[in-house]
């Protein structure tokens, strides 16, 4: 529909013709950029940032306010600098218990503060933690002690000195199963009517994935934690680890299977389940998995700190990817999907309702709304606890141009 009217038409989107006020700078149905100004369109779930950033808040938690982002970022800065510190001390096994549980640990608040449990059992949740962290200890033992079982395979491999099993072993085939196991809580849950949203198969997928990365961390150093080392001898040795374990092998990790999970889950309403597209993100994940481990693997090779230095870099490159990946996987699904309900010109029900604010600039937004038409963020990035104070629960359907 072209309205010949220029008054009116400074608001009509080309791509899904719904009418805006004239003053919007995106549309309310689809999130598309109306002005020639905002042409670069911002991430949907944080519009301020740019889809290729690295900004982990706004990636693995986008219920997150613009407010309560900061808070997370606070607590996540805070959680690394305890085991960094512990190092310093000459602490380091320490310092590698508390680096494995800084993500998961923020994570989980951040799961309470959002209350995306809602009026499901908390234990429903705390149970696909279980199961990951259950199946990381069983899987992990298992495939160490068979390792250690073959003759010259040594596990710690000697700088220079290429082991074909104790390659193969923990950098290809334990991370294909890996990503099997971690994926079977998220889609357990995401088949439930109550989480069948994208962005609930998303957020399961990110806190199975760093909870077991935490619990393998734990049990592949068990003897480190058991026995502990102390001194200072080993700070250049420690850092680069630590910083791997408390950041980069958790956000592998987490956006990996967040991203499968969500395909799991797909656009609309109810879960997309076990689709090719479903299969070709579960491979994407393994291929991550595969590279991260066996980026350690061959730069330890290079032995000593050097080795272990190299390793760090290589695993903040793969960390960097998957972010990106992952907001790129988001910012689709959210435009996709909103695109899709203009389409269709019903209601969402993650739309707008009466008296509604952006939980992201707290401009007013329009009534039935998938976006904000003053700073483009995603009505649908936000707490259901949001959008349930001001749920309308839509009589009409009237469409974001009443
Ligand atoms: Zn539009
Ligand atoms: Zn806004």
């Known amino acids: 529909m072209t309205d010949p009217n220029p008054e009116t ?41 740019s889809v290729a950033s690295f900004a982990l808040v706004s990636t693995v938690m986008p219920y997150a306010s613009a407010r309560s982002a900061r808070t997370y970022k606070l607590a996540f800065l805070i959680g690394i600098a305890i085991p960094v510190v512990a190092v310093l001390l000459g602490q380091p096994s320490f310092a590698l218990v508390t680096a494995a549980f800084v993500v998961p640990v923020v994570f989980i608040l951040y799961l309470y503060d959002v209350n995306l449990w809602e009026d499901q059992p908390v234990r429903v949740v705390l149970g696909a933690v ?24 040594l596990l710690e491999t000697a700088a220079g000195r290429f082991n074909l099993w104790a390659f193969l072993i923990p950098c290809v085939i334990a991370p294909v199963i890996a990503v099997i196991l971690m994926l079977i809580g998220p889609v357990l849950l ?112 290079l032995g000593g700190t050097t080795g272990l230095i190299v390793g760090m870099l290589w695993a903040a490159v793969v960390a960097g990817a998957v972010i990106v990946r992952l907001r790129t996987v988001l910012q689709h699904a959210l435009l996709e999907g909103a695109l899709e309900a203009a389409a269709r010109e019903g209601s969402s029900k993650w739309s707008s309702g009466e008296d509604d604010f952006c939980a992201d600039c707290e401009m007013p937004l329009l009534v039935d709304a998938l976006f904000c038409v003053s700073c483009g963020a995603s009505v649908r990035a936000r707490t259901k606890d949001l959008r349930r104070a001001h749920s309308s629960t839509p009589t009409s359907g009237e469409g974001a141009s009443a």
């Not at 905002?38 to 779930?45: D, F, L, N, Q, V």
């Open 9 to 49: 038409s400074a608001g009509t989107c080309s791509a899904c013709s719904t009418q805006n006020p004239a003053a919007a700078r995106f549309c309310a149905a689809c999130g598309g950029s109306l002005s020639e100004r905002s042409s670069g369109r911002g991430y949907a779930a944080a519009p301020n940032e």
């Open 190 to 301: 995401a088949s439930r009517p109550a989480f069948d949203d994208l962005m609930d198969g998303l957020t399961f997928g990110v806190v199975s994935g760093v909870t077991y990365a935490a619990v393998q961390t734990l049990t592949v150093n068990w003897e480190v934690i058991a026995s502990p080392v102390s001194g200072f001898d080993a700070v250049a040795t420690w850092l680069p680890v630590i910083v791997n374990v408390a950041l980069l092998k958790p956000i592998v990790f987490g956006c990996a299977i967040g991203i499968a999970a969500a395909e799991f889950s797909g656009l609309g309403e109810g879960y997309d389940g076990f689709t090719g597209r479903f299969v070709g993100r579960v491979l994407e994940a393994m291929v991550v998995l595969i590279l991260f481990e066996a980026g350690l693997y061959l730069t330890g090779l």
């Open 130 to 153: 279980a199961l990951s962290a259950v199946l990381a200890i069983a899987f992990t033992l298992l495939w160490r002690t068979w390792l250690q079982s073959q003759p010259g395979a």
